[in-house]
């Protein structure tokens, strides 16, 4: 197709832009990099010096051993009972159509469409309410809402690729529901629960609202603990909370590598659309 | 065999009711529980004022200018953000999807959104401080003579709404664009319509449902911006964002009635914006998205 000097200025442009995005996205992150291994830095395109010895002062200061381990309880036990409750479900969504059915998808479908700031007040106060605000409980119950939901309306299309004669012949062999979802169906499943159990992952970690709002001083995931360090930012050196920033960051990512290795990066924002 | 001679359970079975539906069970209740349950009850505690009659915190919230401009300060930072996001993520999707092999592109994209809005205003007091390598680097052009002020005000908490947004707005509209059947373009072309014609003819009509699902849930996000308001802005004066308003009434002063009245306006708002950019597509009867209540 033969294109016009119009045509292609507005190509170059387009480009220009996505370009200019990634290169301020990529010194944001860069700067936060630097700074978290800088000794003094003023007036001068790089710190004077490199030093490692800000991490150490963040794993110190800002207790991260403990908020390391709040993180990986609250974030396992939102992957696990996620995936017990939401495969579950999505298989009899796939399956069964029952009476009431698009009152549940509805009701599976709002909490992924509400943002966590607005039903997380409510929901914060019922907590609260039940003494089970502010407890690490708390926290994994508020943050199984969008992940229980998600990984069911995930997994429901997952579910329909899979030929129903295949359980007929369990079925047929006398296995009961339980031992043909054990024996037939994880299996056949598993590419599709590993890739929403690891968006799960990636998206508890970097949940910040739900967490913020019933999260305790003892039940602080990493991504609430950081927006406090940066809250009260003047009270500790800028690169400590770098330090502690990179820290967040480097976990998040890893987790988003390894999840990207099973799922398409548009997936992550598309939520149940495939 | 007639419907008599059934037992119970096969007449179950028939309506699709059995041992397998009952799976659906313990995450209907679950979402029954901490999501439909708090939302009533926030509703009816709303009504419940610490003083005052049933609407008591409304009322209060209506009468104090510190309350209700919050509602019209989240608008003025949330309808731009949304609109900035949506005019630059259609060209772009539009080129990208031409492209062999977007995944890194994508990948890079999503990383913003990965990381989410607390580290993005980390990065951003530190890339755009004072300071901060941009301001060096307009200096070191001499575009300006001083520091530009990109944070702690009100372009501070738009430009990280575009930093997290804008991909995020971008990837839905791809998802969306691909889903396009490109020969219906290359039907156009082959008639003689140029690019441009081919976009506002054939690609926009086509699009234009899922854009308005993509503006609504971009809207909503924006709308109920948190950290970056607080990290970024200006908390107590022009980015005093609806959230704030809902946190301090919460937290701050332990009313959680107002805290709930406050959420419930919140709610309002959105469901009236999203309602007003589905109709705008006669969507609002068709897709479960129409349905944003909070």
Redesign the interface.
Known sequence: MPRSIGERLWALSVWTFIGFFILNLVAMIGSVLVNSFGTRWFNTWLPNGFTPSWYALAWNEFKLPDILIVTIEVVGAVVIISGLIGVPAAYAMARRRFPGKTAVMAIFLLPLLVPPMTYGIPLATVLYQTHLGGTLIGVILANLIPSVTFVTLLMIPFVEQIDPRVESAARVFGASTGRMFVQILVPLLLPGILASLLLVLVRTIAMFELTFLTAGATSQTLVVALYYAVFAAGVRPGQSIDAMAVVYMVTTLIWLLIALRFVNPTQIVTRAKR | MSAANLTLRQRLHE??????????V???L???A??????I???L?SFEPKEGGVFGNYIKFFSEPFLYTTITKTLVIAIPATAINMI?SV??A??VRLMKHP?L????????????????????????GP????N?TLMFFALVDEPVRLIHNYWGVMLSLV?TG???TF??T??YITGIDPSLEQAG?MLGA??RMRFWRIILPLLAPGLAITLA?SF??A??V??SA??LGAPAGPTRVI?IA??TA??EEYD?SM??A??ML??AV?VIVVAFLLSLRGLFFHG??S????
């Open positions: 309506r699709g009711l059995d041992g397998v539906t009952l799976l659906v313990p995450g209907v679950f979402v029954l901490l999501f439909i349950y708090p939302s009850y926030g509703l505690l630059l060209p772009v539009m080129r995944r592109l994508t990948t890079i994209l999503v990383i913003p959104i990965t990381l989410g809005t607390v580290m993005v205003a980390e990065g951003m007091l530190t890339y755009l300071r901060g390598w941009l060096r930093i804008f991909p995020f990837l839905l791809l998802s072309a140029r690019a849930l909503v996000a709308f109920t948190y950290p607080v990290l959230s809902a946190y919460a937290f959680y805290a709930s406050v959420a919140m709610a959105q479960p998205a349905s944003g209540k909070g």
